[in-house]
């Protein structure tokens, strides 16, 4: 079975500029996670949805960040305008669902981004 | 608020060695807790997840522990090896907060041949 797949791997911008990141997971999986990941540190839940809707954004930067999953499908993760503390690995996460047996987590490879 | 400590946060061994890593957890309403591997510039890969209602889950030369009501788990990696050398993170879900998944820092770990 395919993997989360994740878009683009590496991104370099300038700050104030904007970036988008796309997150494509595991068929059937209706759950979906974007982290943030800064060097030496553990992920960080940004957003969490199930099939369409926000179980969770509590810790995403809404001034600056947004996200979207239309049709439940694939996800958008987008920063506008973005800042030098932006720059962390970007990941996705898929999972069947949210209750105890479906719980399993699989993530994408990521998308470094640097801010300069 | 789940909090995920993870201890040591790194730690160097020779090869063939036994090693244990721990992960501890403050709220113990959880679904079941994940143990991955990411390698530097990877994203992570899946371990061993282990049920709220297990005690124990192994793959390979991994054993993974788990004690609910003490808020603890602890990674077992037998005879070491080189190719070992990454970093381990723990994450629970959680039960009260829709599933959330939740990190420690992790343990970077250097298996020295």
């Known amino acids: 079975e395919a993997g989360v797949a994740q878009s683009p791997r590496y991104k370099i911008i300038e700050k104030r500029q904007s970036v988008a990141f796309w997150c494509n997971p595991i068929?059937?999986?209706?759950?979906l996670y974007w982290y943030q990941q800064i060097l030496g540190q553990g992920p960080k839940l940004l957003i969490q949805?199930?099939?369409?809707?926000?179980?969770?954004d509590s810790q995403l930067p809404k001034d600056r960040f947004s996200a979207e999953r239309l049709k439940g499908v694939d996800s958008t993760l987008k920063i506008q305008p973005a800042k030098l503390e932006d720059s962390a690995v970007y990941l996705c996460?898929?999972?069947?669902?949210?209750?105890?047996?479906?719980?399993?987590?699989?993530f994408g490879q990521g998308t470094r981004l640097t801010v300069v | 608020k789940q909090e995920v400590t993870q201890i040591p946060a790194a730690l160097s061994v020779p090869e063939g060695e036994n090693l244990v890593l721990n992960c501890s957890f403050t709220?113990?309403?959880?679904?079941?807790l994940q143990w991955f591997r990411q390698d530097p510039g990877k994203g992570l890969t899946s371990l061993l997840l282990?049920?709220?209602?297990?005690r124990e889950q192994t793959s390979g030369r991994l054993n993974a522990s788990l004690d609910k009501s003490s808020g603890r788990s602890t990674l077992y990696i037998a005879a070491s090896q080189p190719g070992d050398s990454a970093t381990y993170l723990c994450?629970?879900?959680?039960?009260?907060?829709?599933?959330?998944?939740?990190f420690g820092q992790g343990t970077e770990l250097s298996v020295k041949p």
């Open positions: 996460a898929s999972s069947l669902g949210i209750d105890r047996v479906n719980t399993e987590a699989f």
């Open positions: 068929s059937g999986h209706a759950t």
């Open positions: 949805f199930q099939n369409n809707g926000v179980v969770d």
């Open positions: 709220d113990s309403a959880i679904y079941n």
């Open positions: 282990i049920q709220s209602s297990q």
């Open positions: 994450a629970v879900h959680n039960y009260n907060q829709g599933g959330k998944l939740i």
